[in-house]
């Protein structure tokens, strides 16, 4: 056990999070830089929630859907859209016209759209295993 602390080597690696917030009846539209993908919900509630970015807090009451919502529409994607609307989130008590959504979401993930790309541009054989032979693109 032990060993030399001056051979230790630390990197630290920012991960970008974005933050976005939208009243009833709006539109959210959202999206990571280049090359990224949302990777992870920090954040997500349609309700009353309270806070600014990295510090957001569930009100007085949310939708039970609103993590499932923002998972569905935006993980695994570089940009996506939410209409912010009580039947969205799945709200049919009153309150629910009122509702305001906040979310914190990590853009880390790479983007598979990027690699494909480069590849074609490079003239690199791309073969589809879906079904039947294989086929050239």
Known sequence: MGGNPINVCVKTITIGSICATAGYGKTLEIKCPDGKTFSQIAFASYGNP???????????????????????????????????????????????????????????????EIGRVQKVKNHEKLSLNESGPESEL
């Open 50 to 112: 309270q806070g600014k970015c990295g510090s957001f807090q569930v009100g007085v009451w949310e939708s039970s859907d609103s993590a499932s919502v923002i998972e569905n529409a935006c993980i695994g994607k570089q940009s996506c859209s939410v209409n912010v609307t009580s039947s969205t989130f799945k709200i049919n008590n009153q309150g629910g016209n009122d509702g305001q959504l906040a979310v914190q979401l990590l853009c880390d993930g790479s983007d598979p």
